[in-house]
């Protein structure tokens, strides 16, 4: 037991460098991240939102991000892939959906398919409907989607964080007096 832990041990020690900051490869990776916000509502008629969702997930340009969401009478299964344009300020998403509906009163169940190109300002929110604005007669689902760069991300996080990590008017002083 004891010679496993060792080896274990010496061999996250030799990978460790591959994975720091240092190593131009992996800062790279960092520099190309993308971060992605999802915020999914269904919207009835009258234009309250019943349900939410929020998923925020971290990727690259090219490499996709799945969401699924299941709810009684509803599946959806979003695929959202970021491919960066030459402008380095601008991504054009794929916004793909599959969505299943079992329709409460008839039990009827309806299979439905979105595949949208959406040029995307970084920063910039958009708004997605994956089965059209009111093409359903009691609902519409609404995603409201954000990439921005995951080091602009990491900047807003420690812009926002208190200083010396203690809230605003605390002190961090740990002595007894």
Known sequence: MMKACSLLSLALLSV???FSQENPASQELIDKALFVSIDAKIVSQDRSANWSFR?????????????????KNITLNLVFTPYQQENEKQVLLVAQGQIWLKEAGTGEAKYLTTLKSIPVVLGEKIRFYPLGMGDTETFTIQLEIEIIRYADFVSSQQEHAPENGTPDGASSDNTDK
């Open 16 to 18: 460790a460098p591959v």
């Open 55 to 71: 998923a925020v997930k971290i990727t690259i340009p090219g490499k996709p991000v799945l969401v699924q969401i299941k709810g």
